[in-house]
């Protein structure tokens, strides 16, 4: 992910601020004028299962058309549209980036998937009540190798499945569908590809036969009808056709040849796109965020300023999957924070906590949105703050001791403490009670205390972003 | 009630428990228990001699593995903390304990908790998990699938509630806590250990707490229950975190008698047992007994 150039470019646009990452997708860009999108053949790890699929979907297609050529323009709008809402500080790039979206699509939905399986696979066999001795020590050992030790969940992973498969059923309509018509990326390379100086595909017109083999097996509908000739803009560099030509006419060249060609685009779909991308950035920008939710958006320890950190944010959900196994305090939001803040990491404070002596989150952000904290510092920085809700806290309503906040609280000295005082209970009687409350000074909003408290539903504790320090400045207080 | 009563009670409880703990080695003989201590405190030396000493006085391990036996040793694992900082059981004692029960020719011994953080931290950092491993223990992590809900006949507060199969089932169950403090219990010993082997929402143990940790701990009757007191902690518990509060206190308690080892284990917090108002619930409905006049103790300082 830091290597796709498309998210360097579309962050710097947004934050304007350069960032290191941004070099190496300018070096991997760079390339494209040499060997054109050889990305898109070679290294993408989306077009990888796109192939995969389409190998399935071939029974289907055959004899029927496999192009639908005016399409090829699309993916340059949805370039053009990113490009313009990052200009205007509206990151969009986390929709639309293949890298993003393979990554997103197996953290979210094919792992927690594939984790499923296999353990209810093992509970079944476990439920035979045969040889479970040996079945255990295999649960252990996927446990220690593949398998989380308790099991995960996404918020939205059906969304995230959803949009996967529909990639891949494109393939149905066209082989590769995704890459020819709208992968921003591909646009981003192709454009670039035009502009290569060096030859590429080479057909030798007097050896070539028309037999069209070379038309027929090319992936991207990159050939034209002269059998002759490509767009340098749709060659993925794949070199099928080199391998399927029979008389050996096609070979592949780095010999200099500057040639560019016109991409698909014409102007007034230019014109058309800049000024779509405009309004859906505007509408994003405008749309009203319920302040009740805001307040309770939580973000992961070290995140950024939230302003640059919904630019930062492709929304990858390698934090939430990283954080599934530890604390599992974090999902993908809904739109708690606008339609901005769509997918991007936050406390689920009930469903789980966060980790007093973990701090992956930060560690495998690809972006920086969260960034990298030391162990200590993370311990001391404010999430937000928790606070009781006394119509359901047990003490509280019930005149009854409980203290399982207290007793999970990981700060050396207790941001949850009590008073020991006389209480009357529902029924008349009086009973001395350790009344809990919640130290702000302290507490640095782990969650920790949501996550365990026993009364069923929203719980006697709710956690908020009051108190919150994100990276780089202080806690508001 | 005098110690004969008491130890009529017991066993009687014990074998009402369906499926429950085999009580043979412990109450089958009442003369051979009289020979030895009811109770060894063990102080001053490392930690894997001073439990040899314990175990020693309470007439060696012998008496209570017999070769063959599944044993369950049960520390607290319970949070994501190392060793100095007093929150889990010693890494040494559960080593220890483990590799004391295979010399007796136990089949195997296995070493688990319910976590309160994430288990394979608490594992890891712990230490547990890599000692106890060395020492031959069978060291796993929970599955849901093995929780069993059990009846509890003479529950009060709980008629049943979910216990992890592995230590319904053993034949030795060696209960390994570690001496802390507790703001709820205002201390964690071994009774309230025994909250690492069941499942189901356990914050709702929390009200009431007496009288469901007492019921719980009449269906699990450790044959055995070393507490660690090598280091305690004696404030902010039972997580700590703050080195502050780590007491170094080089003792090692074992005790036939869960109320007399948890009673003993409080002397040591400046506590009588009847300020613990679990100890007297467990004493009164005949889980121990923590009048020491009435037992036989051996203290031994390996510093002298």
């Known amino acids: ?477 | 009630m005098n110690r004969r009563e008491f130890l009529r009670i017991a066993a009687a409880s014990g074998a009402a428990v369906a499926g429950g703990i085999s009580n043979g080695a412990l109450f089958g003989s009442y003369d051979q228990l009289e020979s030895h201590a009811r109770l060894a405190v063990v102080q001053n030396g490392l930690p894997a001699a001073m439990v040899q000493k314990a175990i020693e006085a309470l007439g060696g391990i012998g008496r209570f593995v017999k070769r063959g036996d599944v044993v369950v040793v049960k520390p607290n694992i319970g949070w994501d903390r190392v060793p100095e900082q007093a929150a889990t059981t010693n890494p040494e004692v559960v080593a220890e304990i483990v590799r004391l029960c295979l010399h007796a020719g136990a089949s195997k011994v296995k070493v688990f908790d319910r976590t309160c953080n994430e288990p394979r931290r608490c594992y890891h950092r712990s230490q547990i998990e890599q000692l106890a491993r060395q020492a031959g223990a069978e060291v796993s992590h929970i599955y849901e699938q093995k929780f069993k809900t059990a009846a509890i006949p003479n529950g009060q507060q709980l008629k049943s509630w979910p216990f992890y199969a592995d230590a319904l089932e053993a034949d030795v169950y060696i209960n390994v806590p570690i001496a802390k403090h507790h703001s709820l219990s205002r201390l964690t010993l071994g009774l309230k250990n025994t909250m690492g082997i069941i499942g189901g929402n356990r914050g709702q143990i929390h009200n009431h707490f007496d009288q469901k940790i007492v019921d719980l701990n009449t269906v699990i009757r450790p044959q055995l229950t070393i507490i660690d007191a090598v280091r305690i902690l004696v404030n902010n518990g039972p997580q700590g975190g703050n080195l502050n509060d780590v007491k170094e206190t080089k003792t090692i308690i074992a005790s036939i008698d869960p109320v007399a080892a948890d009673a003993y284990a409080a002397t040591l917090f400046g506590l009588r047992p009847t300020e613990l108002s679990f100890l007297v619930e467990a004493q009164k409905r005949g889980l121990g007994s923590f009048d020491f006049n009435q037992m036989k103790i051996e203290k031994i300082d390996l510093k002298a």
């Not at chain 1, 709008?77 to 509206?90: E, H, K, Q, Y």
């Not at chain 1, 028309?210 to 340098?232: E, L, W």
């Not at chain 1, 739109?335 to 406390?347: I, M, N, R």
């Open chain 1, 1 to 477: 992910m830091r290597s796709s150039p498309l998210i360097g470019i579309a962050t710097f646009l947004a934050t304007k601020i350069l960032i290191s990452t941004l070099i190496v997708g300018l070096v991997i860009l760079g390339l494209s004028l040499l060997i054109g999108r050889y990305f898109c053949g070679w290294i993408c790890p989306l077009g990888t299962v796109i192939d995969l699929s389409d190998r399935l979907h071939q029974k289907f297609l055959r004899g029927k058309p496999n192009t639908i050529r005016p399409l090829r323009a699309w993916k340059y709008s949805i370039l053009i549209v990113i490009l313009i809402a990052a200009l205007f500080s509206t990151q969009v790039i986390w929709f639309f980036d293949p890298i993003v979206i393979i990554t997103r699509s197996m953290t979210a939905a094919v792992y927690p998937l594939i984790a499923f399986l296999l353990e209810s696979g093992l509970k079944l066999l476990l439920s035979v009540g045969i040889l479970q001795d040996q079945l255990f020590s295999l649960y252990d050992l996927f446990r220690q190798r593949i398998l989380p030790i308790n099991p995960i969940f996404f918020q939205q992973s059906m969304t995230f499945a959803v949009i996967f498969i529909g990639i891949l059923l494109l393939g149905l309509l066209a082989r590769r569908f995704w890459c020819r018509y709208l992968c921003p990326l591909g646009a981003l390379f192709g454009s670039f590809a035009t502009l290569r100086f060096t030859q590429g595909i080479a057909v030798a017109s007097d050896k070539c036969i028309d037999c069209g083999k070379c038309q027929r097996i090319c992936k991207m509908d990159a050939i034209n009808a002269d059998y002759r000739s490509h767009a340098r803009s749709e060659c993925i560099e794949c070199m099928s056709c080199v391998a399927v030509c029979p008389t050996s006419a096609i070979s592949y060249q780095l010999r200099p040849k500057f040639a560019p060609q016109r991409i698909d685009i014409s102007r007034r779909r230019f014109v058309y796109s800049s000024a779509s991308g405009l309004i859906a950035l505007g509408l994003i920008k405008t749309g009203f965020k319920n302040p009740i939710a805001t307040g309770q958006v939580v973000r992961p320890p070290g995140a950024l300023p939230e302003p640059e950190f919904l630019n930062r944010c492709v929304r990858c959900q390698e934090c939430v999957k990283i954080c599934s196994t530890t604390g599992a305090c974090l999902q993908p939001g809904l739109l708690e924070s606008g339609w901005e803040g769509l997918w991007t990491p936050l406390v689920n404070a009930r469903h789980g906590y966060c980790e007093y002596n973990c701090n992956l989150c930060g560690k495998v952000c690809p972006t920086g949105a969260i960034h990298p904290l030391e162990l200590s510092q993370k311990q001391q920085l404010r999430m937000g703050t928790a606070y009781f809700d006394k119509s359901r806290c047990i003490p509280w309503y019930r005149g009854e001791d409980c203290l399982v906040c207290e007793e999970h609280c990981p700060l050396p000295d207790k941001a949850i403490k009590f008073d020991i005082r006389e209480a009357r209970r529902p029924d008349g009687t009086v009973a001395v009670v350790k009344f809990p409350y919640v130290d702000e000074k302290l507490c640095i909003g782990c969650g920790i205390c949501v996550t365990k408290c026993p009364v069923p539903g929203p719980g006697g504790l709710f956690l908020t972003n009051a108190h919150q320090q994100r990276w780089g400045q202080e806690a508001e207080f």
